[in-house]
């Protein structure tokens, strides 16, 4: 530290970079801005063109009003603005930008050329020059209609470290520029045209037709694959409207990254209305998101004036827009899910009662008779385990009448009717007893084999125990537990199986599995193993499962069928664009794409050939869902929920099963292969691996 400690102030060139780099942060906020400065300028028509992804220079030309000569030295200083003149105008302010910090910044990281013409002007306009400081260096008369083209190069050029990390990450920050440009066409009526230039013919990455109603300008970024999904919806309250259009349970995503939201015509980042929209979605489709652009327009204030890229908006009727908005996704999520499929026939749920309604599907060609109205268990015996048949309604309900918003933008009105279901009468309360199925244990085909029951002595027994079950729970109640401090700050005292899976993985590290001492087998079923002084018990065939179920992920060859014809696939031009980049993960999974360079951005991949696991084709569903996932973590090999489902299938099957008598040597295998895993806590249907037992004060073994 200097010896004079005393306070001066930061140099003018210094505090002007300083705050230029909080402004234009990345390529996608060098972009942002020039786009936000033409569609400020009433532009009907813009142009983006990158050389080398941005590297090389950014230029965007519209045809725009154009700048006027008297505002030609002053276009690039700081907080130099037309837009307000004081701190309360920004209540009404309706223009994207609105501090004068957008140009002035960029003039700090890159060099920027600017021409442009006024209609009095044209088609006579001006080349302008300006230094890093944001001062006009030189003018030049050049040929120009009405309009601006703004030429950045060089972009951070002065800053060594974001320029590396811009070239290491060139294709990433495109993507994430495609994503932001499309966001502005879903929400702008203009003509927008996006392209890159790095060898060759420049390729366009988003083009919007001008003056086209909002469904199309949705099409075109989330693709057209998603048209039979979207359902659009309204929302009208006294300081707020809601207007937008969500995607169907059976249209979602598995990626978050599809998911827009626009105040006042603005782009933004809503964290608390996102977390809502995906968990009303989770509770009808609980694995994959919603796709979904949603426009608010608030009356009252709103303050867009929290960070310099102005993605963070403040709302003052924040709850009510939540409130609104959840009951608008209700309304039209929900009866979708009332609907359900008899023999074939789609029918309506009549229920009026409150509480989630699920999806379902009745199939009535083997309908085995429930047990006889006296005798209805509730609970299955704990001592041998049963499936209770299915129990199907025989009242005729009445139709109903949904009311919901297609997305053709206009209201439609689907009368859904339920026709009667004729099932055989329950047998006489003497009847003889029912073979009962096979049992399955988290999804595990592994241990109960068929066995019969008679209904009156199960339901003896499970009053019996209940009863047993009642007094130990409220003895326990009474006791005042104490656990072990070392468990209890472990996190170990819990017994939800997801909150102990998370506990012990705060206390037992991957690499402990290679120290744990391995004591005998419990029941043929469980490896008792000891850890320092914790004793903890080993599920056998979950372990083994779970190690076998990641070799699989890893090392499994896909074979793929060809496809007599290719096909074309209509892809969002982001998902597009990162398809293209991962195609080796896409052929890992067995689909093979060729790229046509010439077509129209959205339609340039062909499906060549489609993967092919046990006689099961996976089809375009299972690709999208693959760029899903590659648009939110393209790191690593990742892999469709069938794909999931058929692995860990396999994996069960050929795995040790409970029963098996293991020896020593085996059962260390088993434990030492948790230790390669990368999530060892739990097999794949979601069985715990292992369990914590007991704390020795003394090991002497």
């Given at each position: 530290m200097a010896e004079n400690t005393g306070m001066r102030p930061i140099a003018k060139d210094t505090v002007h970079k300083l705050c230029s780099g909080q402004v234009i942060v990345d390529l996608a906020t060098s972009a942002k801005e020039l786009l936000e400065n033409s569609l400020d300028a009433g532009a009907t028509s813009i142009d983006i063109k990158m050389r080398d992804s941005g590297i090389t220079s950014i230029t965007v030309t519209d045809n725009g009003h154009g700048i006027p000569p008297e505002n030609y030295p002053t276009l690039c200083r700081k907080h130099?603005?037309?837009?307000?003149?004081?701190?309360?105008?920004?209540?009404?302010?309706?223009t994207f930008g609105f501090r004068g910090e957008a140009l002035s910044s960029l003039c700090a990281v890159a060099s920027v050329t600017i021409v442009t013409a006024t209609r009095e002007s044209a088609p006579m306009g001006?080349?302008?020059e300006y230094d890093h400081n944001g001062e006009l260096v030189g003018s030049t008369a050049v040929a120009r209609e009405r309009g601006t083209t703004v030429v950045v190069s060089g972009l951070f050029a002065r800053w060594p470290v974001r320029l590396?990390?811009?070239?290491?990450?060139?294709?990433?920050?495109?993507t994430r520029l495609v994503s932001l440009v499309e966001q502005y066409s879903i929400i702008s009526d203009v003509r927008l045209c996006l392209s890159n230039q790095t060898r060759g013919q420049p390729v366009v990455a988003v083009r919007t037709p001008p003056q086209s109603d909002r469904l199309t300008r949705l099409l075109s970024v989330f693709g057209a694959h998603v048209r039979p999904h979207l359902v659009r919806f309204e929302y009208q309250a006294e300081d707020f409207s809601l207007e937008g259009h969500v995607s169907r349970p059976e249209g979602g995503r598995g990626g978050s990254d599809k998911q827009y939201f626009f105040v006042n015509g603005r782009p933004c980042d809503l964290p608390r209305p996102k977390k809502l929209i995906n968990e009303v979605f989770r509770g009808y489709?609980?694995?994959r998101y919603p796709v979904f652009a949603?426009?608010?327009?608030?009356?009252?204030?709103?303050?867009?004036?929290l960070t310099p890229d102005k993605r963070e908006i403040l709302i003052r009727?924040?709850?009510?827009?939540?409130?609104?908005l959840k009951e608008a996704l209700v309304s039209v999520l929900e009866p979708d899910e009332s609907a359900f499929s008899v023999a074939g026939v789609s029918a309506g749920s009549v229920n009026g009662s409150a509480g989630v309604k699920r999806q379902s599907s009745l199939m009535c060609e083997e309908l085995v008779p429930p047990p006889p109205a006296a005798m209805k268990p509730r609970l299955s015996d704990p001592d041998r385990e049963a499936v209770t048949p299915p129990q199907v309604s025989t009242k005729k309900r009445p139709s109903e009448t949904v009311s919901k918003t297609s997305v053709t933008d206009s209201k439609q009105s689907a009368t859904v009717s339920k026709p009667p279901t004729t099932v055989s009468k329950p047998p006489a309360a003497t009847s003889a007893p029912k073979k009962m199925?096979?049992?399955?244990?988290?999804?595990c085909r592994n241990r109960i084999q068929n066995d019969t029951h008679d209904w009156k002595s199960v339901a003896d027994r499970l009053r019996i125990k209940q009863a047993r079950m009642k007094a130990k729970l409220e003895d326990s109640q009474l006791r005042d537990l104490d656990p072990m401090p070392a468990m209890t700050e472990g996190g170990l005292s819990v017994t939800d199986p997801e909150e102990a899976s998370s506990a012990l993985s705060r206390?037992?590290?991957?690499?402990?599995?290679?120290?744990?001492?391995?004591?005998?087998?419990?029941?043929?079923?469980?490896?008792?193993?000891?850890?320092?002084?914790?004793?903890?018990?080993?599920?056998?065939?979950?372990?083994?499962?779970?190690?076998?179920?990641e070799q699989l992920q890893q090392r499994a060859q896909i074979s793929s069928q060809p496809l007599i014809h290719p096909a074309v696939l209509e892809l969002g031009v982001v998902d597009e664009a990162v398809a293209i980049e991962c195609r080796d993960k896409l052929e890992k999974n067995g689909f093979f794409v060729d790229v046509d360079e010439d077509a129209v951005p959205g339609q340039r991949l062909r499906l060549k050939s489609q993967p092919v696991i046990d006689k099961t084709l996976f089809d375009q569903k299972d690709l999208m869902e693959l760029v899903a996932q590659l648009c939110v973590d393209p790191v690593g090999v990742p892999r469709c929920e069938r794909a999931r489902r058929v692995f860990a299938s396999r994996a069960c099957r050929k795995s040790t099963m409970i029963g098996d008598p293991l020896s020593k040597t085996r059962m260390r295998d088993i434990v030492g292969h948790l230790g390669d895993l990368d999530h060892p806590w739990n097999c794949p249907h979601g069985r715990p691996t292992l369990r914590h037992l007991h704390r020795l004060e003394k090991v002497d073994l």
């Open positions: 130099w603005t037309s837009k307000i003149t004081s701190f309360e105008d920004l209540d009404g302010v309706t001006m080349s302008l590396a990390d811009l070239k290491k990450n060139a294709r990433r920050e495109y489709c609980p694995n949603i426009a608010i327009v608030v009356k009252g204030s709103v303050d867009v004036n009727c924040e709850e009510l827009v939540l409130r609104g199925g096979t049992v399955v244990i988290g999804s206390l037992i590290h991957k690499t402990d599995f290679q120290r744990m001492r391995v004591l005998g087998q419990f029941n043929h079923g469980f490896i008792i193993a000891l850890l320092d002084c914790d004793l903890y018990i080993i599920d056998q065939h979950a372990s083994d499962e779970k190690y076998n179920f």
